[in-house]
């Protein structure tokens, strides 16, 4: 380990050891299950102290750990996006993309998904048939078997027809940590950013908005392996979905004990996006993603990792949008268009609730 | 292989080639959750098509997969356990313990655990740090870290609070399979049956019932080694939780394509949870436990058997309740206190919604 590297490990270290931040509520609001601020603290305070353990403290997509000699990556997540179904996909193939992403960006390769189902009485089994078909589908597309499974019914009027657990399992090919970013490294995105929060909130058609918008969920590891087999200097992969590719990045400064530089003219925001943000009052970068990846580079290989990101059919749009600093640790901060400068926090609140 | 597995094997292959069954039901019913007849036709005529690979297929209580060159076990459950809290133990607790069981039973030693929780806005922070506790020191007792985990929240009215999906991983130690079963084999049950679904019943409080029963939530790894390493011969292990005894012995045979035949007077029942059975019109053998195993072995190992059980503090109520024979297959007949003889099948309907 490089002196850098054990330096960030041990702030880190340090920053653990604080005492744990105290929730302020008596009760659980939408914000805690908005993947912003208030989940952290909740993560923080309550769960840490409750489950606590070397595995689920560094907060990453996926646990990394040994098991009889190789290393493995395990990730969860439970669905409870609203509508079920939305242009650009459904609950089914967004369960199994969002899985085998969080595994894609720690390195692995997915290997096995297991799928829970929390049912609720009175859904056409049609309507399970499809969803079901749809999670099939996905994961061939991802190459990953769906090995095991369980049902279970709730009476009406809860569970909004349904819910998805799914957890995925892979081998980790390469290992990738915060700590290994530097100042002067790039960060890049691949692709327009909000694609799926905006989708969704104009799929529930509470809103006049009359725009033509999709979702982005995709399996992520092919664009992951293309990267990672092309280019040497990559420190480091994230998936920015709830929370937005803003959260994520300050999950990363503070993680790695950096700072990140944005530029916004380096965004890359479908016009349709910006649009429904400006009208709606929100930040396209605290907006959803579900097929977007984050990579933090070495500088001397940032124009081949564009270049590599490009050349896939799930990159075409990638960007170079902001650069690693030392100072001052743990902030992002943006530069605007209009040329000012202002630091970018966690989502807080829950201005989107039930987007995945 | 020896010829009796083969032929085993052949005729499970036979019967997956067979046409599906179709679900004659437009909607889903509780049934589909309950774990019995429903839920294994639901399986067949919807999951298998949609999801169907390898992997799957065997519809185990893990799947069993190679990664690397390891052998792992994988398992995952919802859970919707009403009320959260009940005599014996809580969500958390049942959540951790379920799945470790899955992966012992399938000859693994659990290595990870994930979890992700469906929050109701407006709960307790207090209880869901409850339940997270409770996890913890279930998962600590298992001897098994929980290694990732999500949160999402849901809006009031949905959801009953929490529910809690947890998914393990685990290292096979022995491979079991039911094609491993024959014709002489004794069957061996840990303990009392019917102790889990009827505490929870009785905690809903909508029964007139003054009993004092608690869930038999334990986790099973502890015991199942203590088995296998002591016995070697034993054929396959089964953890009978909902659909109780009875519909995981139905299970076994269709699955080993043998009989059963059960000895009522040696099944171990709880005065209290017997006599709750009588008042309620129900069949212990179809109550769900949390806490047992049904083992089969090899008939010269049976005592041996019997004797590892009960040396173990989870065994103390162990006994032999039956006998595998060849005809006729795939059936499971009880040969009931009073000398007369009947056919036990799968649980049919949902007599117990919302146990685990």
């Not at 799914?166 to 790039?186: H, M, N, Q």
């Not at 490009?310 to 902001?322: C, E, K, N, Y």
Request: charged fraction near 25%; aromatic fraction near 2%; glycine fraction near 12%.
């Amino acid at each position: 380990m490089d002196p850098r590297e054990r330096e960030v490990l041990e702030r880190i270290e340090q920053r653990r050891r604080r005492p744990r931040r105290k929730l302020l509520e008596d009760r659980v609001t939408t914000s805690h299950g908005a993947g912003g601020k208030a989940s952290r603290d909740m993560t923080e305070a309550l769960f840490f102290p409750a489950l606590g353990n070397d595995l689920l403290a560094p907060l990453d997509d996926a646990a990394v750990f040994d098991a009889g000699g190789v290393r493995l990556a395990m990730s969860t997540d439970a669905y409870v996006v609203k509508p079920l179904t939305f242009p650009g996909g459904d609950i089914g193939e967004l369960a199994v993309n969002g899985t085998v992403n969080d595994l894609a960006v720690s390195g692995a390769r997915p290997i096995a998904l297991s799928a829970a189902f929390v049912v609720e009485e009175g859904l056409p089994i049609e309507d399970l048939g499809r969803y079901a078909a749809s999670m099939g589908r996905a994961a061939e597309a991802a190459g990953v078997p769906i090995a095991t499974g369980d049902t279970k019914v709730v009476e009406r009027g809860k569970a909004d027809g349904l819910y998805v657990c799914t957890t995925g399992v892979g081998l980790v090919e390469r290992e990738l940590t915060p700590a290994s970013i530097r100042p002067g490294d790039r960060v890049l995105v691949s692709g327009t950013i909000g694609d799926h929060g905006m989708a969704i909130l104009v799929a529930r058609g509470d809103l006049a908005l009359e725009v033509d918008l999709a979702s982005d969920t995709a399996p992520l590891y092919g664009l992951c392996r293309t990267l990672l087999t092309g280019v040497a200097g990559v420190r480091c992969l994230r998936d920015p979905t709830r929370g937005g590719l803003a959260t994520t990045l300050v999950e990363l400064a503070q993680s790695a004990d950096v700072s990140i530089g944005l530029d916004e003219r380096a965004l890359p925001v479908r016009p349709e996006v910006a649009g429904a943000c400006e009208i709606l009052g929100l930040d396209a970068l605290y907006v959803a993603n579900e097929g977007k990846l984050v990579a933090v580079v070495d500088p001397a290989e940032a124009d081949a990792a564009l270049a590599a990101l490009r050349g896939h059919p799930l990159g075409t749009d990638a960007a170079i949008i902001g650069e690693v600093t030392a100072e001052p640790p743990g902030m992002v901060l943006l530069e605007t268009a209009l040329g000012g400068s202002r630091v970018v926090d966690m989502l807080a609140g829950d201005p989107l609730p039930r987007i995945c």
